[in-house]
């Protein structure tokens, strides 16, 4: 199509701040005009999609993926998880490194830009290892990957150990400004913990991950990120100590920032034990209008599926992500969506894989948790959704500034719908939000002018 107009949609553009009823005119795959010049420029070859009652912001970007591919095709690929992300209403996804073999060389860059170029369905941004083959001993060549193109770096799935080695690869990335993403866990007090260490832990005889596993490594680079002036981005915070550390850094203007998983202020560890109890622990729960009790699925103890690192945590620890999240504290939301086969999570818990898939369940629970309940507003959960990790990244995305990319996320915040495995477009099934009664979903995800997802014809 060379032209697409967006009418009676209420557009929200964090970027520009700008909360407006407007039409949207796309062009040659840039947004053309907002507002009354949308409408004097429509031509008769327009493609017009009445958008009442429905939100209009810029492409929504996920920060945190796990495309799998190369070398763990089996799980997910390039096709299914961009695929999995046009369903879920994201135009921009950013995929990590610890793929077969990791994106520690210029040859793994370029292999991806080209699968991604050719099967993607939306925008795919490439991060680089920190450490070759992401073992944490010897630094990559970061500057041949930042000229290949990396957005960030980072060993996600693993955490440099080294004090020494992660100093030397902040001050090395301090000549691109370039950011560097940490998967923030301390090998010696984790050990081979698979729960929370809590009650539930205890209970359920399942080995402790405790939260000062995380917290060690927040608090370390804190420091180094203060001595070295570079930035340093802590991914999937899961705990209250965790809040507590950034928000004390942030206020000394540290460049270190954070990032929440809507597993991690969604669900709590008594899901471990097919317990409600996560669900409204001393009246402190969700809130309403959440879905009731009774029409939430009953889970089996050790379910695989709420398995993933840094694990669920308590109460107390996803009530202070939901604090942080709204006084700003964590700045951005991800998915960290983790896709494994069906044979790999159907053994014992310890024995199973960590992570789950969210893409497709993302922006539902986002609002569900954060809008519905009132703790913030659509432009503000947009903004964490859209701005904020444009801004961390340096993409040129996340704005509906006129010339800008169309890249453009429409959904409906009161839509409510049922995430069923028969209708996931990611080719694994390891989400633990399977049956939930969920409330909000994407209608229209436009990448580059183009309609890659819409919810009418439920096809792409």
Known sequence: MSSLLLSHGRVIDPANKFDINADVFVRDGKIAAIGGDAGRAVGADTIRINVSGQIVCPGLIDSHIHLREPGQSAKETIATGTAAAAFGGFTSVVCMPNTSPSIDNVGTVALIHERAAREGLVNVFITGAITK????????????????????????GHCIQSNELMRRALEYVRMWDLPVLDHCQDYSLVSDGVAHEGYWSTVLGLRGWPAIGEEAIVARNVLLSELTGAHVHCQHLSSAGSVHILREARRRGIRISGEACPHHFTLTDATLAGSDEFWNNDGKGLLNPMPSLEKLPKWPSYDTNFKMNPPLRSAADRDAILEGIVDGTI??????????????????????????????????????????????????????????????????????????????????????????????????????????????????????????????????
């Not at 041949?144 to 980072?154: D, E, F, N, W, Y």
């Not at 896709?339 to 986002?366: N, Q, R």
Request: hydrophobic share 40%.
């Open 331 to 460: 700045e951005i939301i991800g998915s960290d969506h983790a896709p494994h086969c069906d044979f790999e999570k159907e053994v014992e818990f310890d024995y199973a894989p960590f992570g789950i898939t969210g893409l497709e369940t993302e922006l539902a629970l986002c609002l569900m948790q954060l809008v519905h309940t009132r703790r913030m507003t659509l432009p503000d959960l947009i903004s964490r959704l859209t701005v904020a990790p444009a801004r961390l990244l340096r993409l040129p995305k996340g704005t509906l500034s006129v010339g800008a990319d169309a890249d453009i996320t429409v959904f409906d915040p009161a839509k409510e719908w049922t995430f069923l495995p028969e209708n996931t477009k990611s080719k694994s099934r390891n989400s633990p939000f399977y049956h939930w009664p969920l409330k909000g979903k994407a209608t229209l995800t436009i990448v580059g002018g183009q309609i890659v997802w819409r919810e009418e014809t439920n096809a792409l």
């Open 133 to 156: 083959g992401i073992g944490g001993e010897e630094l990559a060549p970061i500057g041949s990957l930042r000229q290949a193109g990396v957005v960030a770096i980072t060993d996600d």
